[in-house]
């Protein structure tokens, strides 16, 4: 799981397997942790949010938050936080949902899909992680080393 941390690009050629990716690397981040998934719509970021909470523990159903905003899993050792921020404007209506208390929880891991909408909010540790759907069932993961947002899109040299 190295890998996509270490800014190589892993190829996953189905749901299953991107879940597993994301169950992985799950296991090698500490309490506290954020990811912040960039992909466009559709990329598999959801999918990913599913494995990540399968890697923690996490056991009951795990789907997009698009309509909530947070759905949170309690676990054993802390707290997985589930952000789609889609329905979010900018960081200032997302300061009024509270989700800044959701990223700063040492106690807990966060993802957060649409981070591109809360960039000036988002912990200094926040890994960033961009999705890209290749082709039919195939789809690019890999580790931002410095997210570039304009007009809303991540783009990123690697």
């Known amino acids: 799981m190295n890998i996509i941390l270490k800014n190589s690009p892993i190829v996953s050629s189905s749901e299953e397997e991107t879940e597993n990716i994301a169950a992985q690397l ?31 523990g996490v056991q009951e159903p795990v789907s997009s938050p698009t309509y909530t905003i947070i759905q949170e899993y309690q676990l054993a050792s802390g707290w997985f936080f589930h952000l789609d921020l889609y329905r ?32 000036g909010i988002l912990p200094e540790h926040t890994i960033h992680l961009q999705i890209k759907h290749l082709d039919s069932g195939h789809r690019e993961i890999c580790r931002i080393a410095t997210p570039i947002i304009q007009n809303g899109k991540t783009t990123a040299n690697l």
């Open 88 to 119: 979010i404007n900018d960081e200032n209506a997302a300061l009024a949902f509270g989700v800044n208390e959701y990223l700063e929880d040492t106690l807990a891991w966060a993802i957060v899909e649409w981070p591109e909408r809360i960039a």
């Open 26 to 56: 799950a296991k090698t981040i500490p309490l506290g942790g954020v990811i912040a998934l960039h992909g466009d719509l559709g990329a598999g970021k959801t999918v990913f949010s599913r494995g990540f909470a399968r890697g923690l």
